[in-house]
Every structure is written in structure tokens, then in C-alpha cells.
């Protein structure tokens, strides 16, 4: 039997006693030596600013960070598909002992020329970080030459943890927005921050403000516009998901153009629900009110008896989450309800301790809370507490398929829309396809508890 | 109008930690060690994952800021104490990052101390730099297989034993490794794969989670390695490497006879490998393989009106274009462009050597998948051979895509590509004669039903 031993460095981040008292040390670079499910800070910007499909992003480093981020999210766009490209000065031993910056600059000129992007992002590594270049003064030449905003993205892989990257990012978008004009942008307007259109996510989500009489301003940066994001503070509210990733760019646009901004998130017919009515209630309007209750009653109608066919088999079925970031486990483990499942593990890469007891407060009494789990850890406690599904990412797959647990693509390489009240029948047909599939029939840790679905 | 980037675009060569790694995974218990940034580890993790759809465990000494500055001797002490409480390895393959590299981290003597602590029963550690800067995966994967057996072998091997022989593969897929074991069984001869990731790359369904999958060759196999009768390295371009290879190693600290074949691909490579099992093992080819031969010879001779003529792009590790150039053009097709991103600058003289074809490819090495795009456009291919990597390539230019080496993405089964020996070149011939055949079957109004 697999020995599993929790490293005593690692105890504070996970919470499995039940003690009422609990804090958990999160926000913390992590473990040397524990196989974190997180990356680094260039994964924290380049996940952040990879939608934007009309800027020219280049990785000014070696060539592992361009490769390993190519083409890398489901991320769609309406116009212009650049982002799906990987450019990269692949600094070679020569680069290391002269400098980079002449490569950098030779780079951005010819890629520019040829692509004619709108905007060029220029991701700093871990080994420019070290070797100095200024990234800062190559930007400002090209600019000038070129007359497109070239912006440096502080993103070195070690000054941090993936939220680090969350916040470089902001930071180069913070560049961005207020350069552009906003006398066409009308007032009932809202920036939609922090989703990604995955699978088209932005566009459902933006479809159900707009039948509800709001305009949408910019999205951030699901399906993102260099000249929208210039502009985007013309809009009265920032409607913010995922709240580690985008959080620091809609404080700065509160301090910078008194922009309020409100957190929602779109998974699960609640959570979806309320991120509607917030917003109409944010602009006082009774008619956009209306409207969004049109709209969920409408949807909600049309999923409803699919939710329930599988509610029957799914219930009492238990989950495990482990995802980025702590709002999206907060609507999973509500979606989850929802279907009849209980929640027996949750936890993300990048939660603070507020996150982490209000993740608590909305779990079972005795659901293990983890922040920035290791391989390990999950593989014990989805054993351990014989969960019947694991929600994660590709890299958290191979454990629920080994452990013959069923599995839900809940990350940024999905190819299914999991957001809105259709995303969340794909949720649940994801789910149930997976909980109820006879190949568990098979699999040496389950054999011999026959099962089989309704639907 | 013909344009030049200093930038890579879409990049045909992965970092040289990830062929690190690779060999890693290739030996029994054993744990491999990224010395850098965690993104390095998850990164690769991911990347390696989402193509052998199994678990893929890589440590990180997790650099912070002070580390950077200060050194990361004390992450990377930590991280390895961390390692063998949790997973107690046999073998810890350290790579030293671009990061760590750059700092100039003293990790040899920190490893030298480090091992003293531990004493004899603590885990074998080896250390391989791989600053991505100065090359590719393959190039990583190479001084990897060289770091392990420098480190490992042992000084009193023991007798050297008449069966024995070392192999080192290139990258091939667990599949490929698996055929090429039963393949040197069948000769009689007991031959240890470094690395042999067939199981722990591609395992079976598990009763009890594995904290280190099982498989691969054992510490004290590689240790027994200066034994062997001889050693039998594959890749056309690995056998011009001589000093940086594991073979010569042995060759030149234990006078083990060392062979360089090109990679088995295609029946006249496979031909080599079989020719030289012969005289290693000293009995004819077993039926079961000439049975595989003559049925490939028959296959080559039922296809050989559809492929005649028909232009493919191929890409991949150096090792592979070689194999694929050769494969390809003995059927009669032509390559028209045969790209890497590795740059050893013996691709074109290697790929010469075994092309059969009288029209020479665009060799391009040091090549993106920009480049190869451009080049394409104007070569017109009827066939895309290499990684998922080209599937916008071949959707482009509304062509088939044959996926084949690292990494397939999209598609499953990544691991159980067969391409090696006869009967991977024959189930290579018939995913490329069938690709064309579907080609022309959905390019045509007709609906034809026999081809």
C-alpha cells in the first residue's frame, strides 16, 4: 500500500482535523521539493494576458517558456488570432554572456512590421531577470519607432508565485487602459474582468448583460481588444471573475477613475443568477432587473430537467476539488450541491485565509480545505476519503484515472463552455459522463461495484 | 517577398530539461529534479502529461527571489530532503535550469556534501546541466543518458558477460521500447534499456497508487553497464555525437564495444539493427521477424502506386527526420522538407546518406514551425509527417497530418505509436497510405468505395 506521508512543512496548509481554530498559512512561496500543481510567475501573466488576440506577445527568454505556452488556452477571439502564435527571442549562451536586449529589440521590429499587431507585450524570464537587460528601455525605442505601445511584463519565473504574475500583468494592462477615447461609451456600461473565453465563455456571459439592456465596455481579457482595453474606463462598473487574477487592475481602475467593481462568478445557476441581478442592482434598474430574471427563469427552464435526470444518479456522490483559484471553487462546491454531490476536498493554488474559511464555512463539516497541494496530498485524500470525482486540470488528471476516480476539465485547456446556464448543463453532463461511465466497472481499485447510469 | 525573424515563431524544439526528465522517468524508483523556477517542473509536468496521459511527477528546488540572489543551494538541500521523506527514490536525476545555471550554483559541491550526509544507503543522486539556452530536448535527453552512466557505472562491473548489452535509445515511444526489448529477447540477448520509460511512461491501470510508477531499468543494471558485451546507441545524428554519448563513455573507461546505428525506422534501418543482432548474438533472425519483414516487403509492394510521388513535410528531433527521410523516400515518396529544431549541423549530411529519393529536401534545422509553414506553402505537400505540433500546418493547407514522435496532444494513444523495427514500419506505412488514401476518398465527390 502506497506510503503517503504529509511533509511536516506543509502541515499549516492543510486543514483535515475539523479544528474550529485552523488558520491557514497560505500566500506563501512554495515548498522545495513538494510537486506543487502551481508554475510560476510567467505563468500567473501569460495566462492573464494570452487572450488578448491582437497584441503581439513575445517571451524574451529561452525557448521552454515559449514552447511550453503555446497555443495553450481555449481562449477564443472574434477578431484577430495572433495570440495563438508563440513568439520568442530564444536567447542562446551568447545572448546569456552579452545581453539580450539588441536580439529583443531586432525581434520586436520584424515582428511587428510583418504582423502589425496592436499593442506588443514583451514577458521578462527568469533568466532575463538575472542577466539585466533593459526590457524597459528596448520598449520605449520601439514604441517611439513603431508607434504602437510596446509594454514590458515583469513576469520572472522565481520574484514570486503564480499571483505574482497575476499582479505583473495587471500592472502591464494598467499601461493600457486610459489611452484611449470614451465619448461613444454609454453610461449603463460595465468591463466584464476576468474571464477568459474559454470555449466562447465570454460571449454567453456578455450576450445575458446585453439582453438585459447593459452594454459591455471591454472584456478582460477573455476575447480581448488592445483599443477596448485603452477605452475601458469609460465604463461605470468593473464585474470582476476569477478574483486573483484580475482583482489588482480593477482596484487600480477604483483608485485611478473611482470605478467600482463588484466580484461574481458564472458557474452554476446561482452564482450565474446573482452575477446578473448584482448587476442590475449595482445601476438601480429595475427594467435591466426585470430583464435578468426573464433570463434565468428562461434558462433555468431549459437545463432544469436535464439537472434533475442526473441529480437522480449523482446524488450522494462525492467531489474533490482542487483548482487556481478559490472563487471558482466556491461555485463548484455550490454547482456540486446542486447536482446532489457533496463536497469531501477543496482547494486551489492561490487562496488567501479569508478565501479559505469562507471555502470552509460553505463545505461539510470534515471536507479537507488544502492551499497549493502537492501530487501527493491529493492522491491520499481522494483515496482517503474515496471521492467519486476529481475537478482539476490536465495535470491533476492522471491521479483520478489511476485511482480509477472519475475526472472534470475545469482549467484553462478546456474545450467545453462550463460558464452560464448552458455551461452549466455541460457541467453536468461533464460530471455525469464521467461519474456514471461503465469503465470503472473495469478498473482494478473499483471492480466489482457494478454501476450503471440512467442516462 | 521573403522575410527574416530573429524571434523563434512557434517553436519546433522543446527546452533541455524536458529530455532530462525524460531519461529520468526511465529508470526504476527513480525521481527527477528540476534545479530552478517551479514552472520549469509543472510546466514540463503538463506538457508530458497531456501527451503519455499518465502521471508525471517532477520536483522543483523552487527558486525565490534570494535564492537568485543568494544562491539556491539551501532550496535545493530542502527540496531533496523533501523528496526522499515523501518518496524515498533509489535515484534522484538532477537538472540544473537556465536559473541555476546562469547563478553559477556550485551544485556539484553541494552534491558531493550532500551525498556524504546521506551515506551508501541514501539515493544515487546525478547531476546534468541543461541551461536551455545551449540546445534542445534531444540534445538534453543526450547528456542525461551520458550523466547517469558516467555517474552509476560501476569501476568493478563484474566479468563481462557474453549476452549483455547496453541500449541506448533515442526518444522513442514506450511502445517502440517495449517491441525493441522483445525484439532483443528473441536474439537471446539480455539487453538493458537506458532510459526504459515503457512502463513507467505508459503504465497499466493501477490497484494502489504508485507514489513512483513502476518500471524502468534498475540502478544496479545501469551499474553493471561496463559488463555488457557491447553497447548499441540509436539516432543517426547521436552516433556523430561520440564524446557526449553514454556508449563512448564505456568505450573509452571500459573498453565496452560501442555501435552506432540510426534509429530502426523504415525496413532498411531496421535491416541495420537486424544485421548487427545477428552478428552480436551470433543466431539468424528469428522467424517471427523475418515473417514481420516479408509481410512489410508485401505491404510496400500493395501501396506503392499510392505513395509514388507523393511530397511530405516532416519534422522532429534530428534523430527521427533521419529515420523518417529514409522510411519515406524507400516507398517512394519524397520528402520535400525535412526540418528540426535541434542544430547540430549533421542533419543534411546524415539525411543524404540514407535518402533514396533523387530530389533533395530543404533541410532546414535550427527550424520553427514558422519557417516550416512558409516553406510548405511553396512546396505544396500532399502529406504532414511529425508531432501534433504541425496539425495548423496540415489544417492549412488542407492536407493529412500523420502524428508520430513527441508530442501528440490530440490525439490518444501518444504512447502506443509504433514506429521502430519492421512491424513499426509497417504500421507507419499504413497510417500514411491510409491518410492519403482518406485524403483523396474526401477530396473527391464521387464517394469512391474501393481505392
Known sequence: ?455 | MSHSFTATRNSCKLCMPLGAVMVVKGIASAMPFLHGSQGCSTYIRRYMISHFRDPVDIASSNFSESSAVFGGGSNLLTGLRNIIAQYNPRLIGIATTCLAETIGDDVSGILRTFEKELGPDGPVIVHVATPSYSGSHEEGFRRAVRAVVEKVAAKSAGVPQEKRVNVFPAIFSPDDLRYLKDIFFDFGLQAAFLPDYSDTLDGKAWSEYELIPKGGIGVDEIRSFPAAKASITFGAVTARMGLLTGAAYLKDSFNVAAHFIASPIGLRASDEMFDLLKSLSGIETPTRYSDERGRLVDAYVDGHKYVYGKKAVIYGEEDLVVGLVSFLSEIGMVPVVAASGGKSGLLKEEIARVNLCAHEPKVADGADFASITDHARKLKPDIIIGSSKGYSLAKELKVPLVRVGFPVHDRIGAARILSCGYKGALSLYDSVVNALLDSKQNSSSIGYGYL
Open chain 1, 1 to 455: 500500500m502506497a506510503d503517503f506521508k504529509v511533509l511536516t512543512a506543509r502541515q499549516g496548509q492543510i486543514d483535515d482535523a475539523g479544528n474550529n481554530d485552523f488558520v491557514m498559512a497560505c500566500e506563501r512561496h512554495s515548498l522545495a521539493g513538494s510537486i506543487s500543481q502551481r508554475a510560476c510567475v510567467f505563468c500567473g501573466s501569460r495566462v492573464v494576458l494570452y487572450p488578448i488576440a491582437d497584441a503581439l506577445h513575445l517571451i524574451h527568454g529561452p525557448i521552454g517558456c515559449a514552447a511550453y505556452t503555446w497555443d495553450i488556452r481555449g481562449s477564443l477571439s472574434s477578431g484577430e488570432n495572433l495570440h495563438r502564435m508563440s513568439f520568442c527571442t530564444d536567447l542562446q549562451e551568447k545572448d546569456v554572456v552579452f545581453g539580450g536586449a539588441d536580439k529583443l529589440y531586432k525581434s520586436l521590429v520584424e515582428l511587428i512590421d510583418y504582423y502589425k499587431p496592436k499593442a506588443a507585450f514583451v514577458y521578462s524570464t527568469c533568466i532575463v531577470g538575472l542577466i539585466g537587460d533593459d526590457i524597459e528601455a528596448v520598449a520605449r525605442r520601439v514604441e517611439k519607432e513603431k508607434s504602437i505601445s510596446v509594454i514590458p511584463v515583469y513576469s520572472e519565473g522565481f520574484k514570486g508565485t503564480k499571483k505574482d504574475g497575476y499582479s505583473a500583468a495587471c500592472a502591464a494592462l494598467g499601461r493600457l487602459v486610459g489611452t484611449g477615447e470614451t465619448k461613444n461609451i454609454p453610461e449603463m456600461s460595465i468591463n466584464i474582468l476576468g474571464d477568459f473565453n474559454l470555449a466562447g465563455e465570454t460571449w454567453i456571459i456578455r450576450d445575458y448583460y446585453k439582453e438585459m439592456g447593459i452594454n459591455v465596455a471591454a472584456t478582460i481579457t477573455g476575447d480581448g481588444k488592445v483599443d477596448e482595453i485603452r477605452a475601458c474606463h469609460g465604463a461605470s462598473l468593473n464585474v470582476v471573475q476569477c478574483s486573483g487574477s484580475m482583482s489588482s487592475l480593477a482596484r487600480m481602475m477604483q483608485d485611478k477613475y473611482g470605478i467600482p467593481y463588484i466580484r461574481v462568478s458564472y458557474f452554476g445557476i446561482e452564482d450565474m443568477a446573482q452575477a446578473l441581478y448584482d448587476v442590475a442592482n449595482h445601476f438601480n434598474s429595475r427594467e435591466a432587473l426585470e430583464k435578468a430574471k426573464g433570463i434565468v427563469k428562461r434558462e433555468s427552464d431549459l437545463i432544469m430537467p436535464y439537472l434533475r435526470a442526473c441529480r437522480r444518479d449523482l446524488t450522494g456522490k462525492k467531489a474533490a476539488i482542487y483548482v487556481g483559484g478559490a472563487f471558482k471553487a466556491f461555485s463548484l462546491v455550490r454547482a456540486l450541491k446542486f447536482l446532489g454531490m457533496c463536497t469531501i476536498l477543496a482547494g486551489c493554488q492561490t487562496g488567501n485565509s479569508q478565501d479559505y474559511e469562507q471555502l470552509k464555512a460553505i463545505c461539510d463539516p470534515g471536507t479537507v480545505i488544502i492551499d497549493d497541494a502537492n501530487a501527493l496530498e491529493l492522491a491520499k485524500f481522494v483515496k482517503e476519503k474515496d471521492a467519486d470525482l476529481l475537478i482539476g486540470g490536465v495535470k491533476e488528471r492522471p491521479i483520478a484515472y489511476k485511482l480509477g476516480v472519475a475526472f472534470c476539465d475545469h482549467n484553462h485547456e478546456r474545450k467545453e463552455p462550463l460558464a452560464g446556464f448552458l455551461g452549466m448543463k455541460n457541467f453536468a453532463r461533464e460530471v455525469y459522463g464521467s461519474v456514471m461511465s461503465p469503465v470503472w466497472n473495469f478498473v482494478p481499485r473499483r471492480a466489482g461495484v457494478i454501476k450503471r447510469g440512467q442516462l
